[in-house]
Each structure stands twice: as structure tokens, then as C-alpha cells.
């Protein structure tokens, strides 16, 4: 699975948007891109994922770059229950083989009030 | 919906004794995977079981093992407990191949 570089942490004031960036210049053509984030001591919560087309969903957007070396998940409207760990994180999405997601040190997200 | 859930919530252990962490798939999910997360640290995963077969493993050692049951839920062994081995162990479930979804963890001291 590709590497992925993250800032280490990035603060957020309550109400604004929260662009958290993620670098993956080695992902291949079959590999998503995943977001997780974790709230402290929890388990990880799925967030979103995508191939190269932008996506959206109740809890976030994913942009994906055209060639697909970096992407920024948006946190349209923080609030202070998004501070978490943010995990970016890439892997070939395929029935059967494929079987382990490959968690780096994430980005803190502190959002404040 | 019933969601991933973990037993014991937290256990302390002594080194070399013997634990068994377990896991309940959430409806719909054929795969158990569990990762082993230290402070300071993201998840590290350890293996994964589908259709009760070892699908996948890291670099954790045979000390480490699993059991998959035919109702999906799981369970992760570690024997000969070492110092290092107190961690936030998690379980995640899936479809084989799909998005993993998280359970609440197990906090396991070693003394």
C-alpha cells in the first residue's frame, strides 16, 4: 500500500471549515484513498473513501487532485466533537485479498470554540 | 443495527499469563480483522479472519492468535503476556475487501 504524509496537527476555529491535507505521490492507479478518524481513546470511525472522483457524504467531502498525488478531506461546519486523530490512509479496494489498513501517526485536529 | 462490540472493556494481566480478547461482527460482515494500537501510536495490524481462516497477518509473532466463529464474532489469544504487550487492542469488522468498521477497543496492562 502507498505511503501517505500528513501534518502532525492543525488547529480549527468552531463553525469553519476544517481542510485537513493528505500526500500519497506513490498511490497507484488502483488504490483508494480511506479517511478514519479517531476521538481519544475510542475506536477508529470510518469517515470516507474514494478512487479520483470528488465525493461527499453526511460527514465530510473528499477532493482528490487530477492526479491523484494528494487529497484534502473538508470538515464543512467543525464542531469541538470533530478533535481527533485524522488518518489518511490508501489501499487497493478488492473482495477477498486485500485485507489490512496501514495506519500512520494521523493529524491531530483541535478544533477550537 | 448493532454496531462492533469488544469484552472485557479493560483487564490488567501479569507478564506470561495467558489472555483472550472477543469480538461480535456487525450485522452483515463476513471479516474480523484486530490491530493492536500502543500510546502515542495508530493502530498496527495484527490479522484478519474470514470464513474462519486467517486471511492476512502482520508482523506480530505465533504468541498472537485468532479464532473465527461460524456467527462471524471472534477472538484474539495472546499467550506468555510480555510488558510491551499493554495496548488499546481493536477489532473491525467487514464485508471481505470493503471498509472496516471499528469496535470500541480493549485496554490491556501487562504488569
Known amino acids: 500500500d502507498a505511503k501517505t504524509t500528513q501534518p502532525t496537527s492543525m488547529d480549527c476555529a468552531e463553525g469553519r471549515a476544517a481542510n485537513l491535507p493528505c500526500n500519497h505521490s506513490?498511490?497507484?492507479?488502483?488504490?483508494?484513498v480511506y479517511w478514519y478518524r479517531q476521538i481519544h481513546s475510542q475506536g477508529p470511525q470510518y469517515i470516507i473513501h474514494g478512487l479520483k472522483n470528488n465525493e461527499t457524504n453526511e460527514m465530510a467531502s473528499l477532493i482528490i487532485t487530477e492526479d491523484r498525488k494528494s487529497s484534502t478531506l473538508i470538515l464543512p461546519h467543525a464542531t469541538l466533537r470533530d478533535t481527533a486523530v485524522y488518518y489518511c490512509i490508501v489501499r487497493v479496494e478488492r473482495g477477498g485479498s486485500n485485507y489490512k489498513l496501514t495506519f500512520g501517526k494521523g493529524t491531530l485536529l483541535t478544533v477550537n470554540p | 443495527e448493532t454496531g462492533v462490540t469488544q469484552s472485557p472493556t479493560h483487564l490488567i494481566k501479569t507478564r506470561g499469563q495467558q489472555v483472550t480478547l472477543r469480538c461480535s461482527s456487525q450485522?452483515?460482515?463476513?471479516?474480523v480483522s484486530w490491530y493492536q494500537q500502543a500510546l502515542g501510536q495508530g493502530p498496527q495490524f495484527i490479522f484478519q479472519?474470514?470464513?474462519?481462516?486467517?486471511?492476512g497477518r502482520g508482523n506480530f509473532p505465533p504468541r498472537f492468535s485468532g479464532l473465527q466463529f461460524p456467527n462471524y464474532s471472534s477472538e484474539l489469544n495472546v499467550n506468555a503476556l510480555e510488558l510491551d504487550d499493554s495496548a488499546l487492542y481493536l477489532c473491525?469488522?467487514?464485508?471481505?475487501?470493503?471498509?472496516?468498521?471499528f469496535g470500541p477497543g480493549t485496554r490491556l496492562t501487562v504488569l
Open positions: 450485522s452483515g460482515h463476513n471479516t
Open positions: 479472519y474470514y470464513r474462519e481462516e486467517e486471511n
Open positions: 473491525a469488522s467487514s464485508r471481505v475487501g470493503y471498509e472496516q468498521f
Open positions: 506513490t498511490i497507484s492507479g488502483n488504490e483508494y
